[in-house]
């Protein structure tokens, strides 16, 4: 069964910085492109960023400058880094990878993590 378990959110104050992680784990394949997206009260979810398998990122415009999106593909975890943190970061931030399993290796699936809570105090 194939997981991914997201940690390092918390409660801060605006200008500081936190750095998720998102470590995925079970019987993989392969991972293509890995992504965080956010979730905030009465809001849709919102792609935060993205990184293909080769290194490829792009960013919420609304992120830009303030957050990195990097990966470790020996550890298969994603790393969400967030300096200059403000009261609109504040949201549910979820974790989602393209994974291939063993069992189909032909087909490509998304994976959601359970997300992690990241409030900012103004």
């Known amino acids: 069964q194939v997981q991914l378990v997201e940690s390092g959110g918390g409660l801060v104050q605006a200008g500081e910085s936190l750095r998720l992680s998102c470590a995925a784990s079970g019987s993989i394949f392969r991972i293509n492109a890995m992504r965080w997206y956010r979730q905030a009260p009465g809001k849709q979810r919102e792609l935060v960023a993205g990184?293909?398998?080769?290194?490829?990122?792009n960013y919420a415009d609304s992120v830009k400058g303030r957050f990195t999106i990097s990966r470790d593909n020996a550890e298969n975890t994603v790393y969400l880094q967030m300096y200059g943190l403000k009261p609109e970061d504040t949201a549910v931030y979820y974790c989602?990878?393209?994974?291939?399993?063993?069992?189909?290796?032909?087909?490509?699936?998304?994976?959601w993590g359970q997300g992690t809570q990241v409030t900012v105090s103004s």
């Open positions: 990184i293909t398998s080769g290194g490829t990122t």
């Open positions: 989602n990878a393209e994974m291939q399993v063993p069992a189909f290796i032909s087909t490509t699936r998304a994976y």
